[in-house]
């Protein structure tokens, strides 16, 4: 248990429609990370933040957003869903310190049917 | 611009058999480097980091890695192969300074037959 919690563990929805995936990371990390992993995409990195400031943007669509609350905890808000969107969402923490390693969270999977 | 290569998207070794899985990076600063492994359906889990100091670390369940500067390089070994060592392996990169951000490898999906 990396101590990274997401949830839902899975979501089902329709085209077109729009989900929240939430994330608490690990108790002191400031860092949050959000990640797609698909088969044909593979890891992605979305977006990072840092206590509750955006940090970093990855491949990230326009229809896709997040933000980090005073608690810490972050949200993955997916919009006009796309049948291509079905994949793992993972969130990871990183530790206050110089070396960079992330904690991942066990993932949302997300079904667009 | 840092970058990660994992040579071979697919590797099959048998029970007992060395495992060797290269990772090569690019980096114009010194690099903290890191291997992840995932199993099936589940998240990633940090397997072992180089940061400074002793250029060979040893991680979880018996696998290990060799920072060699010379040849950009950060290959993950294990002596002997177990069934349970099936998984997707990671390649990642960060340096300080760089946003706590990881460059990510695309992966090597290790297969261990009996």
């Known amino acids: 248990d990396s101590g990274v919690t997401q949830t839902p563990k899975h979501l089902i929805t329709a085209t077109g429609q729009r989900v929240t995936l939430r994330c608490s990371p690990r108790?002191?990390?400031?860092?949050v990370y959000w990640y797609q992993q698909s088969l044909d995409q593979g890891l992605q990195f979305l977006i990072q933040y840092y206590n509750g400031e955006e940090r970093a943007k990855g491949n990230i669509l326009e229809r896709f957003s997040a933000q980090q609350f005073p608690d810490l905890h972050s949200e993955l808000n997916l919009s006009s869903l796309e049948l291509g969107d079905s994949a793992l969402y993972f969130c990871a923490s990183s530790p206050t310190g110089v070396f960079y390693e992330q904690y991942f969270g066990p993932g949302t999977r997300l079904t667009v049917t | 611009a840092q970058s990660v290569t994992q040579l071979g998207s697919h590797v099959s070794v048998s029970e007992g058999a060395l495992v060797l899985l290269r990772c090569n990076y690019s980096s114009s600063v010194p690099p903290y480097l890191f291997w992840y492994v995932q199993y099936p359906n589940q998240g990633l889990q940090l397997l072992l980091k180089y940061t400074t100091g002793a250029t060979l670390v040893k991680g979880i369940n018996g696998f290990e890695a060799e920072f060699k500067k010379s040849e950009t390089s950060f290959h993950l070994t294990k002596p002997s192969a177990h069934m349970s060592d099936a998984a997707e392996y990671f390649c990642?990169?960060?340096?300080?300074?760089?946003?706590?951000?990881?460059?990510w490898g695309l992966g090597t999906s290790l297969a261990v037959n009996p």
């Open positions: 108790s002191g990390d400031l860092s």
């Open positions: 990642a990169v960060s340096h300080a300074g760089n946003n706590r951000k990881l460059i």
